[in-house]
């Protein structure tokens, strides 16, 4: 059964920092391309962040570009996305995907992670 758990949301002041994990099972986790997606409030679901299988490259959306990294570990089947300064419209539901080779869009999703940033 493939698992994906978001960890390390939060509240969180405006200008502040938050680093959110991923933990993946039930995969080979080195084989998937990984994702960060968020939903705000009434939006649709977009691209925060992306990173190759092995790391080696990453991708980010507009909306948070320059305020994040994403990063993995393949030894822990781990990803990461260390977010910050934080702005009060970076309120928004977190996700974590993994995306299959060859894939237009991920096969599997995390449940999501509240980040709630005070102004």
């Known amino acids: 059964q493939v698992q994906l758990v978001e960890s390390g949301g939060g509240l969180v002041h405006s200008g502040g920092s938050l680093r959110l994990s991923c933990a993946a099972s039930?995969?080979?986790?080195?084989?998937?391309?990984m994702m960060w997606y968020r939903q705000l409030p009434g939006k649709e679901r977009e691209v925060v962040a992306s990173i190759t299988r092995s790391g080696e490259h990453t991708a980010y959306g507009d909306s948070m570009k320059g305020r994040v990294t994403i990063s993995r570990d393949n030894s822990k089947n781990m990803l990461y996305l260390q977010m910050g300064p934080l702005l009060p419209t970076d309120t928004a539901v977190y996700y974590c995907a993994a995306k299959p080779p060859m894939a237009l869009r991920p096969a599997f999703w995390g449940q999501g992670i509240q980040v709630t940033v005070s102004s």
């Open positions: 039930g995969i080979s986790f080195s084989d998937f391309g």
